[in-house]
C-alpha cells in the first residue's frame, strides 16, 4: 500500500487525495484480478472442444470430432485435426475499465496450418466491448439517457472516448428482439384490450447533399411526424397485471393503419374465443372501421369517456365564454360527469335525460356532444366482472404513453424507424418490468443473453 495516513483527522483535501488512491488502486487490482479469470476461462473451453488438456499430446484417430469452430482455410470442424499454437494478446473494454493483454488461446490447423476460428461462449471474433457494457447500454437507454450522456459514462470508466455511432450501434443490435415480440404468439389473451396513438418525430435521408458545420458534404435528413399505435392489454384475474401487447408506427391513424396492427394481433391470438371479451378506444373514426373489419361484433366496444367528457368541456368553452361563465361550465362537467357515477345502464340514461333538458338551452352544442354516440360510452355495464375505472377509459394506456413520451421528448427525433422501434421496446420492457416488480438492472441485462439464444 502507498497510502499514508496522518495521526490526526483526515481533512478535506487529504481525505479526498487517500479516497482517490484508493479507488484507483481498487480498480486497478480488480483489472488484474480479471484478467486471469477470463484467461481461464477461455482456455477451459479450447480444453473441452479439443477434448484434451493443454499440454496433451494430439490422438490421430480416423473418428472425427466436429466441433462448431473451423479453419480459416481449408474449412476443416475435426477437433482432432486442431493443436494449440500460442496465444493472442488482446485489448478489451469491460464495465471495470479498460482490460489490456488478455491471453487469448490461439488454434492450428494440422491439415494445412492455418488459424483456426475460435468463437468462444464469452468472447467473440473482434470484439471489443465486452458483454457487461453491451448490457449497461441496454440499461442506461432504457432510463431515457441520451446517447451522449452514456458515452460520457463510459469515457469516465474507459478513459477513452466512445463515439456515439458506436452506442447507438450497442443499443440497436437488438433488433431481431424487436421482430419477435412483434409476431411471437400470445397464448394467455387479456379480458380488454385499450387501443390510442402517440405522436412522434423520424428523420429521413434524401440523396440531396448539404455542408455540415465543418464543411463535410452530408446527406440532407428531414423530419417526419409519424404515430405509434399502441394496444394494452389487461386481465380479469385480481391481480392488476397489463401489458402492452404490441404496438405500430404509422403515417397516421387511418382505419388502414390500424387494420395492420389489429390483423397481427388477431393472428397472434388475440380472439374472442380465446379470452378478449372488450375493445377500449377513444372517437378515433379510423380506429372504429378497423375494428369493424377485424373483430365485426364479436367483442364489446367502449369509447373512452375521458375523450367524450373532454369533447364536452371544449364545446362548454366556446358556448359559456367569459370569466363569469366559469363556475356555471364547472357544474355542467360535473354534472355531466355524475352520469356515469350510475349504478347501471338504466339509471345513466335517465340522468342524460334530466341534464341535457337542463344544459340544452344554454349549451346546446356541448349537450349533442355528449348524446352523440352516447350508448357506447355504457358498454362497460355489460362487463361487471371487470372493475370499471380500468374499462371506462384508456387513462391506463394514457398514462403508459406518458412514460412513452419521456424518451420521445429526450430523443426529440429519431435517426431510422430502426432505432424508434428500438427504444419503444426498451421503454416496453421497463414498463413490464415494472408493473411486475422486477428490476430493470436485471431485466435489461436479460435482454443480451436472449439476443443470444436467438442468434445461437
Known amino acids: ?49 479439443l477434448g484434451r488438456e493443454k499440454g496433451a499430446p494430439r490422438q490421430i484417430s480416423s473418428t472425427e470430432r466436429p466441433i462448431n469452430w473451423a479453419c480459416a482455410c481449408c474449412g476443416c470442424a475435426d477437433a482432432n485435426q486442431f493443436t494449440r499454437d500460442g496465444q493472442d494478446l488482446r485489448s478489451l473494454e469491460t464495465g471495470w475499465g479498460h482490460l489490456e493483454d488478455l491471453q487469448v488461446p490461439m488454434l492450428e490447423c494440422q491439415q494445412c496450418q492455418h488459424d483456426v476460428i475460435c468463437s468462444f461462449a464469452i468472447l467473440e471474433k ?40 458506436t452506442m447507438n450501434e450497442r443499443i440497436n443490435q437488438i433488433e431481431p428482439l424487436v421482430a419477435q415480440a412483434h409476431h411471437e404468439p400470445i397464448t394467455d389473451v387479456p379480458t380488454v384490450v385499450q387501443l390510442d396513438g402517440i ?36 386481465w380479469n384475474d385480481g391481480s392488476g397485471r397489463r401489458e402492452i401487447l404490441d404496438w405500430e408506427i404509422a403515417k397516421s391513424e387511418e382505419h388502414t393503419e390500424w387494420e395492420r396492427l389489429l390483423n397481427r394481433l388477431w393472428e397472434r391470438g388475440v380472439r374472442p374465443e380465446q379470452g378478449l371479451e372488450m375493445v377500449v378506444r377513444d372517437g378515433s373514426g ?49 354534472q355531466a360527469s355524475a352520469i356515469y357515477q350510475a349504478e347501471s345502464a338504466a339509471q345513466a340514461r335517465e340522468r ?85 416488480d422486477e428490476s430493470w438492472w436485471e431485466t435489461s441485462h436479460a435482454l443480451y443473453f436472449d439476443l443470444g439464444n436467438l442468434n445461437p
Not at 149 to 155: M, Y
Not at 303 to 314: G, S
Open 352 to 436: 342524460l335525460v334530466h341534464w341535457a333538458q337542463h344544459w340544452r338551452e344554454r349549451a346546446p352544442q356541448a349537450v349533442a356532444t355528449l348524446e352523440r354516440d352516447f350508448e357506447q360510452t355504457l358498454v362497460y355495464y355489460s362487463l361487471p366482472s371487470v372493475t370499471r375505472e380500468w374499462i371506462r377509459t384508456t387513462s391506463l394506456l394514457e398514462r403508459t404513453n406518458r412514460q412513452l413520451r419521456r424518451k420521445f421528448r429526450q430523443a426529440v427525433t429519431f435517426g431510422s424507424r430502426k432505432g424508434a422501434e428500438v427504444a419503444i421496446y426498451l421503454q416496453v420492457q421497463r414498463l413490464h418490468a415494472y408493473w411486475t
Open 286 to 334: 379510423g380506429l372504429g372501421e378497423a375494428l369493424a373489419l377485424v373483430y365485426g361484433s364479436t367483442v364489446l366496444e367502449q369509447r373512452c369517456l375521458f375523450h367524450k367528457l373532454r369533447n364536452v368541456a371544449e364545446k362548454a368553452r366556446s358556448e359559456l365564454k367569459g370569466e363569469e361563465k366559469r363556475e356555471e361550465r364547472k357544474q355542467l362537467l360535473e
Open 199 to 234: 405522436w412522434l418525430t423520424i428523420q429521413s435521408q434524401s440523396d440531396k447533399e448539404k455542408p455540415d458545420r465543418r464543411k463535410r458534404r452530408r446527406k440532407k435528413r428531414t423530419g417526419k411526424r409519424v404515430v405509434v399505435l399502441v394496444a394494452l392489454g389487461f
Open 1 to 49: 500500500m502507498s497510502i499514508t495516513f496522518s495521526q490526526g483527522k483526515l481533512q478535506a483535501d487529504e481525505r479526498k487525495t487517500i479516497l482517490q488512491a484508493v479507488q484507483k488502486q481498487t480498480k486497478a487490482t480488480a483489472l488484474q484480478a480479471i484478467r486471469p479469470v477470463l484467461s481461464g476461462f477461455l482456455e477451459a473451453e479450447v480444453t473441452a472442444k
Open 126 to 165: 473482434y470484439q471489443r466491448f465486452w458483454l457487461d457494457l453491451d448490457q449497461d447500454v441496454l440499461f442506461s437507454s432504457g432510463l431515457c439517457q441520451s446517447l451522449r450522456e452514456i458515452s460520457h459514462g463510459f469515457r469516465a470508466t474507459l478513459e477513452g472516448s466512445v463515439g456515439l455511432r
